[in-house]
């Protein structure tokens, strides 16, 4: 199967220490448009589409979760990026776990957030292909449910956060999303290689995540070495966008201590 092509998009100069952002399902790089405005400065940004969201392609053949650990790390050795810091959300954060399992010497430290480490069980795998009929049947309604279920009690008032929201989700296709609902439900379970991570790891997850809460930081935490875990009070499961301002003083302080 040919692998599919990537769209990364670079911001910064390319002179400075790399930084890697990896989205969270289902928007696309953009997600991270203050972040990487933030610290483009000092770091080299690099924020992939991965494959049918944003401007990469949908691969016409079906494909898994694997995939995407090939097209983000076959992009790092080409770009000839041979260390950066990895900062991903949610579906970013496994899809980091995976890719330190695959090519632990390219990554310079790791940035968890409102993720986990273990794969989908039977329930979860159920509620994937329950999310991708809502979609078939109502996309309004699948995005309402999405909102409802990513997103903290303090944040479902905020209504300028939930026009971002609905505009980055509005930019998927529902193939896209569907394809991707698939391949989360066939990613691997990271749990055994937490203890093998040795770099400097900052976890970082909203106080009213309902999606990978606390506990499930706190578990990583107790097995990766030296880790630190940060909770944004008032901020559920995108922290990046619910509360950008502690995420990003929470991020710049991680990376101020790695130099």
């Given at each position: ?53 944003g ?32 900062c ?36 979860a ?67 055994q ?9 900052l ?52 990376l101020?201590?790695?130099?």
């Open positions: 199967m040919k692998a599919p092509s990537l769209k990364v998009h670079p911001r910064g100069n390319p002179s400075h220490p790399a930084l890697l952002f990896l989205h969270a399902f289902p928007f696309s790089s953009e997600m991270w448009k203050v972040q990487m405005e933030v610290f483009s400065e000092r770091y080299y940004c690099l924020a992939p589409d991965l494959p049918g969201f401007e990469s392609a949908l691969p016409d053949e079906a494909f898994t979760f694997e995939n995407y650990v090939d097209v983000v790390l076959n992009y790092l050795k080409e770009a000839k990026i041979e260390k950066a810091t990895w991903g959300l949610s579906m970013g954060g496994y899809l980091a776990l995976r890719m330190f399992e695959r090519e632990p010497q390219l990554c310079r430290a790791l940035v968890l957030c409102d993720t986990k480490a273990g794969a989908d069980t039977n329930e795998k159920i509620k994937r292909w329950g999310a991708i009929q809502l979609l078939q049947k109502d996309r309004v309604e699948f995005v309402a449910a999405q909102w409802g279920a990513l997103v903290g009690e303090r944040s479902k008032e905020n209504q300028a956060l939930k026009k971002h929201f609905e505009e980055l989700i509005g930019k998927i296709t529902d193939r896209g999303i569907a394809s991707s609902l698939v391949a989360l439900a066939t990613r691997t379970d990271s749990t290689s937490l203890s093998k991570i040795k770099v400097p790891t976890i970082v997850v909203g106080e009213e995540d309902k999606v990978t809460p606390v506990s499930e930081s706190e578990a990583m935490a107790k097995v990766i070495s030296g880790s630190k875990v940060t909770i944004l009070p008032k901020t559920g499961h995108l922290s990046n966008l619910e509360n950008p301002a502690a995420f990003n003083e929470t991020l710049q302080k991680f101020s201590s790695l130099s």
